[in-house]
């Protein structure tokens, strides 16, 4: 069984940064892709970026292009999201999660299988 556990996060002023790691353990991290979700009180969950088996291919969900930037380390597997110019609205839980195969999406919760608890990013202005 996969086991995904997220860190990084804290809290930051508007416009700072911060790097989350995703660090797996259990099922092969090199044979599946990647992504990353947000979860802001009161919201849905956000996909935010997703990232290919090698790492050539990556996603990002409209809000954040331009400003968030998703590696993998297959030798660590640990997977990243550079996060730059953080603001108020990027507040919330972020997870990383595996691709499954249900073939849903790369940018919906259904297409991932296996998710972590979770870091907290908490943007002040």
């Known amino acids: 069984q996969v086991q995904l556990v997220e860190s990084g996060g804290g809290l930051v002023r508007a416009g700072d940064s911060l790097r989350l790691s995703c660090a797996a353990s259990?099922?092969?991290?090199?044979?599946?892709?990647m992504g990353w979700f947000r979860q802001a009180p009161g919201k849905e969950r956000e996909f935010v970026a997703a990232?290919?088996?090698?790492?050539?291919?990556?996603y990002y969900g409209d809000s954040v292009k331009g400003r968030f930037t998703a590696s993998r380390d297959n030798a660590k597997n640990t997977a990243y999201l550079q996060m730059n110019g953080l603001k108020p609205e990027d507040t919330g839980v972020y997870y990383c999660?595996?691709?499954?195969?249900?073939?849903?999406?790369?940018?919906?919760?259904?297409?991932?299988?296996?998710w972590g608890p979770g870091t907290q990013v908490t943007v002040s202005s």
């Open positions: 990232i290919s088996i090698t790492g050539g291919i990556t």
């Open positions: 259990g099922r092969t991290f090199t044979t599946s892709a």
């Open positions: 999660a595996l691709r499954g195969d249900s073939g849903d999406p790369y940018d919906t919760q259904g297409g991932y299988d296996s």
